[in-house]
């Protein structure tokens, strides 16, 4: 079966660090892209952070460029997101994804269940 | 970065019945490949998102054959032929023209 589970989230305090991890299964993982989409609660989704098959290019989007980290350990199966100097804004439920192609130019195609990140003091 | 901008906000239909959403991107999806770089998503509740159409109008596996996509370069229709209650949720375009990749804001489909 085909999955993804997402692991690390929990409380941070402002300026705080946290870091998840995404374990897959059931697919060839060095072959895909990866991401992290998080969704603020009631609110819509928001792409953070992705990762090409070889882990040799990463992209983040704006709001978190800089204190955020994506790697990928492609014989442990697993992605990771380092986030740094956390912010209350960052408050959500991260997603791990897998992207069609190995570039990640395209759709998610399997998403984690998520894990919740709380930024409060 | 790519807005992409999606209405109506909400939606209540009765089983059986057609639903169209539509979803605009603030400049063309379209490559030089020929393909629109558009897809939709449904995320039901309590859930995560999953994925229903790629490229605009390819059903992703599974997907059943009353979802049904159509448009190019900045304008996009998402049509459930006739919903059923297991459609409820809500539903959202994302562009990977380019990064960072972005999603409307959402379309909420509830049943009559």
């Known amino acids: 079966e085909v999955q993804l589970l997402e692991s690390g989230g929990g409380l941070a305090q402002p300026g705080g660090s946290l870091r998840l991890s995404c374990a897959a299964s059931?697919?060839?993982?060095?072959?895909?892209?990866m991401g992290w989409v998080r969704q603020a609660s009631g609110r819509g989704l928001e792409w953070v952070s992705g990762?090409?098959?070889?882990?040799?290019?990463?992209y983040y989007g704006e709001s978190v460029k800089g204190r955020f980290t994506i790697s990928r350990d492609n014989s442990m199966k697993t992605v990771y997101l380092q986030m740094d100097s956390l912010r209350a804004e960052d408050t959500a439920v991260y997603y791990c994804?897998?992207?069609?192609?190995?570039?990640?130019?395209?759709?998610?195609?399997?998403w984690g269940q998520g894990t919740v990140v709380i930024v409060s003091s | 970065e790519i807005v992409m901008t999606q209405s109506p906000l909400s939606l209540s239909v009765t089983p059986g019945q057609p639903a169209s959403i539509s979803c605009k991107s603030s400049?063309?999806?379209?490559?030089?490949?020929?393909?629109?770089?558009l897809y939709w998503y449904l995320q039901k509740p309590g859930q995560p998102p999953q994925l229903l159409i790629r490229?605009?109008?390819n059903r992703f596996s599974g997907v059943p054959e009353r979802f049904s996509g159509s448009g190019s370069g900045t304008d996009f229709t998402l049509t459930i032929s006739r919903v059923e209650a297991e459609d409820v949720g809500v539903y959202y375009c994302?562009?990977?023209?380019?990064?960072?990749?972005?999603f409307g804001g959402g379309t909420k489909v509830e049943i009559k």
């Open positions: 490229e605009v109008s």
């Open positions: 994804a897998k992207q069609v192609t190995a570039s990640g130019d395209d759709a998610f195609d399997i």
């Open positions: 990762i090409n098959n070889r882990g040799l290019k990463a």
């Open positions: 994302m562009q990977s023209w380019e990064r960072p990749l972005t």
């Open positions: 400049q063309s999806l379209l490559h030089t490949d020929g393909k629109n770089y």
């Open positions: 059931g697919f060839t993982f060095d072959i895909y892209a």
